[in-house]
């Protein structure tokens, strides 16, 4: 099993920055992807970001293209998410998740292992 544990959120003001961090422990594989989804009330679990343990491929989603970064440490298992130019709509639980292979990425149910989730708050 993989446990994930996220961190680093909270409330900030709109223009503001956050830097999310995931900690995979237990098993992992040889090849594999880490991602962020977000749930905002009332709405589905959406993409965020993505990326891959062999090529090091990087995937944004389109609401968050220019304003967000995702990247990782490879002798921690740790993925981060640098959000940037924070807005209002950004407002949501995010999830850290993690999948073995590199396709994919941006699917919600292909993720079989993900965290508890942390609070991001942008305040207008």
């Known amino acids: 099993q993989v446990q994930l544990v996220e961190s680093g959120g909270g409330l900030v003001q709109a223009g503001g920055s956050l830097r999310l961090s995931c900690a995979a422990s237990g098993r992992t594989f040889r090849v594999y992807t880490m991602g962020w989804f977000r749930q905002a009330p009332g709405k589905e679990r959406e993409f965020v970001a993505a990326i891959t343990w062999t090529g090091s491929n990087t995937y944004v989603a389109d609401s968050v293209k220019g304003r967000f970064t995702i990247s990782r440490d490879n002798a921690k298992n740790t993925v981060y998410l640098q959000m940037n130019s924070l807005k209002p709509e950004d407002t949501a639980v995010y999830y850290c998740?993690?999948?073995?292979?590199?396709?994919?990425?941006?699917?919600?149910?292909?993720?079989?292992?993900w965290g508890p989730g942390t609070q991001v708050t942008v305040s207008s």
């Open positions: 998740s993690f999948k073995s292979g590199d396709i994919q990425y941006d699917i919600r149910n292909a993720y079989p292992y």
